[in-house]
């Protein structure tokens, strides 16, 4: 009966998310005014429902003039962006380096692991700060940020399933029989190692989402004019009592956003049960 | 035991040299702060003589050097900006007040979470869970920040001055951001033992306690939770690492003076002496509290102590 | 025997009352708490206490409340005598302080002439092995901006006398306004000691600092002028805008620097909380790369902007009322002279209007007719573009809005703007290793300490940081002329000639000069802001 229900609540999240990624993807089309026009007179005009607002403007406008709308709709395309892309990037080098640490042991694998002590003890923020300091703000060097503070994760799933599966008697059998490493990995590796790892990213997502926002809450994130949630909610703090929908639609954006693919990942765990530290 | 301990400090130590050459070299990379020193009307050779005055056109090879014979002793030199010891401006910032905020958020966050956690799993699938859930859901989505600031409007401007918006001193300046830095992990933990718990709770032994009729509470707490606890132990332990994360942002929103924030300023003012040190401090921290961490597991679980 | 006694009950009398009256103060009727704290809301902790570590418009605030210098300020702006009773040019390569008698430091040093020569000698460097000083790297070199300053005598215990090679005619300005230190004390203790436990002569001393937190001071009963009528004063460091008016609102704060233009209206209309502002001296403004290659990291090009009539259109082309009202809400001035307005020497020019159509104008003159199909100027195959560099949250929010609205405004005129934000740090590194971009420009703003103008006409002569329009030979012939010319009227009719010039010579974008707004409690009294970059508190009381 529980199974039903989060099934319920998985299937809605999904087509939420589905919706999300079209309107990102239909941006231009629904947008009611090009998201980085400013126009000094418009400033802070309030959402339609409310007095002083007007229909060519519905969510309002910000400091500058810029349709609110808009860059809730533009922003949704950096959010996702960032989220989906430096997951796939960091879950493939993670895997990547995982399965091989896993697999072939010895130096690199001690590396590897230690590499990921260290990366761990470094607050992860203060890497972002730190890294993105160095090399200037940008969404290339966002996503290269969050992927290097993030492919430590998967790695150390994959090598423990790795390490255990290396050792089972079809994987000694088949290396016997002399085939190759490469199919081996390929074959009988990667099918069981993908349930914890599916789980993984999907929550990965949202934290990514929500890490993008923290720096650019920190001023890191993608650099203006660019329209990003996170930016926009940085913006909008500074008007939480004078132009409360500054912060409220990309932060409730954010937070929804957040939360389906947070049920979409639990329902994943529960469906695809997989033996997951429950620590990640 | 003994053996044991020995790997986990020699793997401490490693993993804290690691973190702190990493910064050294990445901090260099970002260019000096020469240039901040003077005036907006200097000219190059003024820069250049600042710089040499602040040891930092040496190779660098030479300044990791001097940095790693300093270190053991405490020296982490004075910091460019204000022009005092390095590491005493770092301590003066970890305590109190870092600690104090890492502390109260982490107590919140694990201490609370026991009994919601044991509440969700034992009213399975009835209301209590169900709300529990979408709290638990809703405050992990939710940015940190975002909470904080809202919860600034609300109680501080709202309920005007119920509770103080800025700052630190008395207890009352410690409930939002503390709030704000534990509801996250709180929702995560609380699931985490309602999870661990459910496990347990379906596991054959339990069953066979139950058919031999101990009473509910006592299979609660002394078979259950005993084995949830390795998990929850796990949880805990990092909670108090992420804390120390996560608060760089709540002390930012809610103007707390600690370790965290001072270190983002200090990261675009490139004042490397207490980027280093605040760093150094940040990774013992965490070394140290993963290092509790596998002892506890060693002490509760036999099996660690010979893996 | 009545009479006497009747007589012993009126004096009785007559003595409570003058007790009585006498613990209550009043100001202007209403009675005060002179036991009182006030708690400042300030959005930023300072680096160092010693003033020759450094001197920003955040410091200054916590430095001159502890020390005091020879040249003080009034709240027009206009210098009035400090630890100076006053100063005149003995001839034209001299000038003379006469010091101020009877001021003591916190510690009950003696403030005398030989006070103002060791202070002189750590400003510019010179005899401080005397002292047996090693002294600190300091934020301004005395004697590489003013190297015809040569030597300093005493004459008696309370006259000075500065001499130099060449006219200084702004000396007293230079000199003036640098914030002193006592001289046994430092000697004896270490400039360190400065700047930990900083010893002055101004009517607060610190009595504690926590880093990143608040500062606390308490009045200093010795004070030479007229005191603050509270007992203590604490800077509360809150970063956030949004936070030090929560505080205010819930009482936690009696004063707030820093108000947002957009929150000033609102508090307004509030009960038991006023606003205060005044222009100051921040001036903020769009520096374009107009060097030749030869003087930059160039890779061989001159810097795009070199043409006068280019950096004249950009001035044209941007609306500067606009962003005073719509972004500013008119706490912001437009300024179309290089001097800030509340400057000594400030002479008013004519304003740039706002007229995009002879900007476009402009712009074809120096070559850029062609419009490409997106509406981006070209000349010979090369798009007019301008890569800007902009420190986000480097000086507050009006700065942060600014930037993407005036490159909106050149856009309109064909301008292809691309927005860098960089740290403050990261453009800082740029401009000093000279690798801006030749098409490249940098949105910063320039405040001073000084109350002359020359410190803003300096700005355009050597080559430093924020020099990328380096003055023509006329304009430098000029610049020299006013640092020579010893009388004052004929100085003024220079400088103010030097302004119109440079005017029209536009080596900047100049956007807007921004205005200090305050928010207090009711409660406080006489509080008035300056036009200079700290907050007095002589005179200020605190209602019961």
């Not at chain 1, 997951?87 to 091989?100: E, K, M, N, R």
């Amino acid at each position: 009966m529980t199974r039903r229900r989060d099934k319920g609540a998985a299937v809605a999240s999904l087509i939420v998310l589905a919706a999300v990624t079209a309107a990102a993807i239909l941006a231009p089309m629904l947008s009611p005014a090009e998201p980085l026009r400013n126009d000094l007179l418009e400033r802070l005009t309030p959402p339609m429902w409310n007095a002083g607002g007007s229909a060519a403007h519905p969510l309002g406008t910000d400091t500058l003039g810029r349709d609110v709308l808009s860059r809730l709709l533009y922003g949704a395309r950096v959010s996702l962006v960032v989220g989906f892309v430096t997951v796939i990037i960091s879950g493939a080098a993670g895997v990547a380096l995982g399965v091989l640490g896993g697999f072939y042991g010895g130096w690199l694998d001690d590396v590897l692991m230690r590499a990921g002590d260290v990366q761990l003890a470094f607050p992860v923020l203060l890497l972002g700060v730190a890294l993105l300091s160095v090399l200037g703000p940008g969404l290339v060097n966002l996503v290269l940020v969050l992927v290097v503070s993030g492919w430590i994760t998967y790695a150390r799933i994959v090598r423990g399933e790795t390490l255990s599966l290396k050792h089972r008697e079809f994987v000694e059998a088949a290396r016997a029989l002399g085939a190759l490493d490469g199919r081996l990995i390929w074959r009988h590796l990667l099918p069981n190692v993908w349930a914890p790892i599916a789980v993984v990213a999907t929550f990965s997502v949202a934290r990514t989402i929500i890490a993008e926002a923290s720096l650019s809450f920190l001023g890191l994130g993608v650099p203006a004019p660019t329209p990003s949630w996170g930016a926009m909610l940085d913006e909008g703090r500074n008007y939480i009592t004078t132009g409360w929908w500054l912060a409220l639609f990309p932060g409730t954006a954010i937070l929804l956003v957040v939360l389906v693919i947070n049920l979409i990942g639990d329902w994943l765990r529960d469906a695809l049960d997989p033996r997951v530290e429950r620590g990640i | 035991m003994p053996s044991f301990l020995l790997r986990r400090l020699i793997h401490g130590v490693f993993v804290v040299w690691g973190v702190v050459t990493a910064v050294f070299f990445l901090v260099r990379l970002t260019g000096d702060p020469s240039a901040f020193l003077v005036d907006q009307s200097a000219t190059r050779e003024e820069i250049a003589h600042t710089r040499h005055l602040l040891g930092l056109d040496r190779p660098l090879y030479q300044q990791y050097a001097a940095f790693l014979l300093a270190a053991p002793r405490g020296d982490f030199g004075t910091s460019i900006r204000d022009k005092r010891p390095a590491m005493g401006l770092v301590l003066e910032h970890l305590w109190p007040a870092t600690v104090e905020l890492a502390l109260a958020a982490a107590l919140l966050s694990t201490v609370l979470a026991v009994p919601l956690g044991i509440i969700s799993a034992t009213h399975k699938d009835r209301a209590a869970d169900h709300v529990s859930r979408i709290a638990s859901l809703l405050l992990q989505s939710m940015p940190g920040f975002w909470l904080g600031l809202l919860l600034i409007l609300l109680f501080a401007v709202e309920l005007r001055g119920f509770l103080p918006a800025f700052g630190s001193g008395t207890w009352r300046h410690l409930v939002l951001p503390a709030v704000a830095l534990a509801a996250a992990p709180l929702a995560q933990n609380a699931r985490l033992v309602r999870a661990g718990m459910l496990e347990v709770l379906q596991q054959d032994y339990v069953r066979t306690a139950r058919a031999k009729g101990v009473p509910e509470r006592g299979i609660l707490y002394r078979h259950a939770f005993k084995n949830a606890a390795i998990p929850f132990i796990t949880v805990s332990g990092l909670s108090l690492g992420f804390m120390l994360s996560g608060a760089i942002i709540i002390e930012t929103v809610f103007a707390w003076p600690g370790l965290g924030r001072l270190i983002v300023q200090a990261v675009p003012g490139r004042d490397f002496p207490v980027i280093q040190a605040g760093v150094f401090v940040f990774a013992l921290i965490f070394v140290a509290l993963n290092l509790v961490v596998d002892l506890l597991y060693a002490a509760v679980d036999p099996r660690v102590r010979l893996g | 025997m009545a009479k006497r006694t009747a007589r012993r009950w009126v004096w009785a009398v007559v003595l409570a009352l003058a007790v009585g009256t006498s613990e209550a103060q009043t100001v202007d009727g209403v009675a005060v708490d002179a036991d009182a704290e006030l708690v400042v809301a300030v959005p930023d902790d300072t680096n160092n206490m010693d003033p020759r570590i450094g001197m920003g418009s955040t410091r200054s605030n916590y430095i001159r409340q502890v020390f005091e210098s020879l040249v003080d300020v009034d709240a027009q702006g206009k210098p009035v005598p400090g630890l100076a009773l006053s100063w005149k040019p003995v001839n034209d390569l001299t000038w003379e302080f006469t010091l101020r008698r009877g001021v003591t430091f916190h510690n009950g040093e003696a403030f005398n002439a030989d006070t103002v020569l060791f202070n002189l000698d750590r400003m510019f460097r010179k005899n401080l092995d005397k002292w047996g000083v090693k002294d600190v790297t300091a934020g301004t070199s005395f004697e590489k901006v003013y190297p015809a300053v040569t030597r300093w005598e005493k004459v008696g215990d309370y006259t000075v006398r500065i001499y130099s090679s060449e006219p200084v005619p702004n000396l007293w300005d230079v000199v003036g306004r640098e914030p002193l230190v006592p001289r046994e004390y430092a000697i004896k203790n270490g400039v360190e000691a400065l700047n930990e436990r900083p010893v002055g002569t101004g009517p607060w001393k610190m009595v504690a600092w926590k880093r990143n937190d608040s500062m606390r001071f308490e009045r200093y009963e010795g004070y030479w002028g007229s005191p603050p009528l509270f007992k203590r004063l604490r800077f509360q460091v809150i970063p956030e805008a949004g936070g030090r008016l929560a505080a205010l609102r819930a009482g936690q704060v009696g004063l707030v620097d820093a108000v947002p233009p957009l929150d000033a209206g609102v508090l307004g209309r509030e009960p038991g909380i006023k606003v205060m502002s005044s222009a100051q001296k921040l001036y903020c403004r769009i520096y374009l790369n107009a060097r030749p290659k030869d003087k930059f990291d160039s890779g061989g090009k001159d810097g795009l902007f070199t043409d006068p009539r280019v950096r004249l259109a950009f001035n044209l082309a941007v609306n500067k009322e606009g962003i005073v009202q719509k972004i500013f809400h008119g706490y912001a001035q437009a300024n179309a002279s290089p001097v800030a307005t509340v400057s000594y020497g400030y002479a008013a020019q004519e304003p740039y209007a706002y007229d995009p159509k002879r900007a476009r104008a402009l712009l074809a003159e120096a070559g850029w007719k062609d419009a490409g199909p997106d509406g981006v100027l070209k000349r010979d195959g090369e798009t007019l573009t301008l890569q800007l560099l902009f420190p986000a949250k480097h000086y507050g929010q009006g700065f942060d809005e600014t930037t993407p609205a005036v490159a909106e405004m050149l856009k309109a005129v064909g301008v292809q703007v691309v927005i860098k934000p960089v740290d403050y740090g990261t453009l800082i590194q740029t401009v000093t290793k000279g690798t801006l971009p030749y098409n490249g420009g940098f949105t910063a703003c320039r405040t001073s300490n000084n109350l002359d103008a020359d410190d803003y006409l300096r700005d355009w002569t050597a080559i430093t940081l924020i020099n990328w329009a380096p003055y023509p030979a006329d304009l430098v012939e000029l610049y020299r002329a006013t640092r020579r010319e010893v009388d004052p009227q004929k100085r003024l009719k220079l400088m103010a000639d030097l302004q119109r010039r440079v005017r029209d010579w536009a080596p900047v974008v100049s956007l807007y000069q921004e205005a200090k707004i305050f928010a207090a409690s009711t409660r406080v009294l006489r509080f008035a802001p300056l036009m200079d970059l700290h907050m007095d508190f002589r005179g200020v009381a605190l209602r019961k």
